[in-house]
């Protein structure tokens, strides 16, 4: 089902439609020329200077025309070869580059565009043009992100059926058939949650074992540091198995190596009180916080969580595609929610449970993640001690920590007295309804030239 429907949307979605997708696509091909480091535009910046955009890459001049054209397009009948084919001739075949701005997406990893990158290269190897390596970059990332999931979802040890609902996810899969590398993200979160749970019932903990989680810890941390916080879940592992001792010594390796690698990375990259000053000074929004966090906390209490503007998280989790201006219809959020904490109720065959301690810890998780999300973006979003919201949140980025929510359905006893294949044939309609509806939602904001 995922390559199924990732398909049909490479299909129906011209290209360039994703969020922020353009900077994602710059990224990945730049890195495919082994250019790391962004560049600056302009060469001198003022104090007074605007940075948004200012920092990207250069990159062949059929890219820029892509984006033009997607832009005027506003992905409504476009067609083939998806740029300004003739009015841009000269320089493409001139070989002229155009600097792009990357934005929010300037500090990304490379890891997040390891399949991307096959793809571009792939077509580059093949002496194949722009738009065709484009699509190779998008057919990657989903085969990617299916068989990354698969392995996860295969050695989760609850439910199966609830995994497979939230990998099915339709932001989830908009995501990982383009060339955002969210896709990635969110795969690798998915991979490293079902193997942490999976030592959990372990009788027996080896050291490649733990040494294969921290490594993908270190790399999830490399790739959005907010899900530093899954390190957490290393302390679900009973102590007769993995003791104090032994968790400390991990965990500070673990956590230093992290740190490590990312203000290594964070070197080469733009500095965030550059990249965000158009918008925020985030190094005085965390000066305020430690001085005075109430202002922040009263902020997320009453718009989001006694708000109403906390419905659009919720709403963007499972679909508000294109630019953020396709949403899902609500009834359709609603039922995927739904086919959700029906899946999540059926019991494995090994019915493997969380004890009322690891319930507490899971849940520890998961707020703190929540917190430091909502954080991060007040931090480079919004002006110095904003109170009226927080600019920059999107459902989507509570994607990679979903499959945590699955083990606190767990349970020793039967919860439904109705059969699991029973279940399993309602979920799979109920989910089949979900994208399906997607997919035609996707159809009419995007309607072929």
């Not at 320089?91 to 600097?99: L, P, Q, V």
């Not at 989903?142 to 439910?159: D, M």
């Not at 019991?347 to 954080?375: A, N």
Request: net charge positive; proline share 4%; hydrophobic share 50%.
């Amino acid at each position: 089902m995922s390559l199924f429907f990732g398909l049909m949307m490479i299909k129906i979605v011209p290209p360039l439609q994703a969020p922020d997708e353009v900077g994602h696509f710059v990224k990945a091909y730049s890195f495919s020329e082994f250019n790391v480091r962004p560049e600056s535009y302009s060469k001198k910046l003022n104090k007074e200077d605007k940075t948004w955009g200012n920092f990207g890459f250069e990159v062949p001049y059929t890219i820029k025309s892509m984006n033009s054209y997607a832009i005027d397009k506003g992905g409504k009948n476009e067609g083939y070869p998806y740029f300004y084919e003739k009015a841009d001739k000269t320089k493409i075949k001139n070989g002229e580059k155009a600097f792009i701005g990357t934005g929010g997406i300037t500090n990304y990893h490379f890891f997040s565009y390891i399949p991307q990158i096959i793809g571009i290269s792939f077509g580059k190897i093949l002496g194949k043009p722009i738009i065709w390596q484009y699509y190779a970059a998008r057919y990657f990332n989903l085969v990617a992100y299916t068989v990354i999931v698969f392995f996860a979802i295969w050695k989760f040890p609850f439910s199966k059926i609830g995994s497979t609902v939230l990998a099915l996810n339709p932001m989830a899969l908009f995501l990982a058939s383009s060339t955002s590398g969210d896709g990635l993200i969110i795969s690798i979160s998915f991979l490293f949650i079902s193997r942490i749970l999976g030592l959990v019932t372990k009788d027996h903990i080896s050291n490649p074992l733990l040494l294969i989680s921290a490594c993908l810890m270190v790399i999830l941390v490399l790739m959005k540091p907010t899900l530093i916080t899954l390190g957490i879940l290393f302390f679900l592992i009973p102590n007769k198995f993995f003791g104090i001792r032994k968790k400390t010594l991990w965990g500070v390796g673990i956590f230093v190596a992290s740190i490590f690698f990312y203000i290594t990375w964070n070197k080469l990259m733009i500095d965030q009180q550059i990249l965000y000053r158009d918008f925020a000074n985030p190094n005085e929004q965390l000066v305020l916080f430690l001085k005075q966090p109430s202002i922040f906390f009263e902020n997320f209490q009453r718009n989001y969580l006694f708000g109403s503007k906390g419905d659009g998280i919720v709403y963007s989790f499972v679909g508000k595609f294109g630019l953020l201006d396709t949403p899902l219809g609500l009834h359709w959020v609603v039922l995927y929610f739904t086919s959700f904490i029906l899946a999540a109720l059926v019991q494995d065959k090994e019915r493997h449970f969380l004890t009322i301690k690891q319930r507490v810890i899971l849940t520890i998780m998961m707020i703190v993640y929540t917190l430091l999300t909502f954080f991060a973006l007040y931090q480079i979003w919004n002006k110095v001690g904003q109170t009226d919201s927080i600019e920059g949140l999107q459902g989507r980025y509570f994607i990679p920590v979903s499959l945590a929510l699955i083990p606190l359905f767990s349970s020793k006893e039967k919860i439904l007295n109705i059969k699991p294949m029973k279940i399993n044939m309602l979920v799979s309609g109920l989910l089949l309804l979900v994208l399906l509806a997607t997919l035609i939602t996707l159809s009419t904001r995007y309607p072929a030239a």
